[in-house]
């Protein structure tokens, strides 16, 4: 199993970014996935959630109208579009699949940097 975030850098405030996060070694179209985010010295937090056929999304509040999940399950890929980036939102940004009774399975990616700053 493998997860593989990228696209994170090093953008101005108000700018944008889109991560990718690719998918192998499990049925992704059977997984809803999710975007967490750890800022430093802070507990991991949840950004956005798609569900198995991308038909369902949520975000977490402060991400609303600024941060979009979408999923190809043709490429085995979800993507997190965030646009009006703030400093707070500079993290190490996870790719997160789950699957099954109290999410039995659960896989996590290395994580991608996101530096919001001018």
């Known amino acids: 199993v493998r997860l593989v975030e990228s696209g994170g850098g090093l953008v101005q405030p108000g700018g944008s970014l889109r991560l990718s996060c690719a998918a192998s070694?499990?049925?992704?179209?059977?997984?809803?996935m999710s975007w967490y985010r750890q800022a430093p010295g802070k507990e991991r937090e949840l950004v956005a959630t798609?569900?198995?056929?991308?038909?369902?999304?949520n975000y977490a509040d402060s991400m609303k109208g600024r941060f979009t999940i979408s999923r190809d399950n043709a490429k085995n890929t979800v993507y997190l579009q965030m646009n009006s980036l703030k400093p707070e939102d500079t993290a190490v940004y996870y790719c997160?699949?789950?699957?099954?009774?109290?999410?039995?399975?659960?896989?996590w990616g290395q994580g991608t940097q996101v530096t919001v700053s001018s």
């Open positions: 997160n699949a789950k699957r099954g009774p109290s999410n039995a399975y659960d896989y």
């Open positions: 070694g499990f049925t992704f179209s059977s997984y809803r």
């Open positions: 798609i569900s198995s056929a991308g038909g369902s999304t």
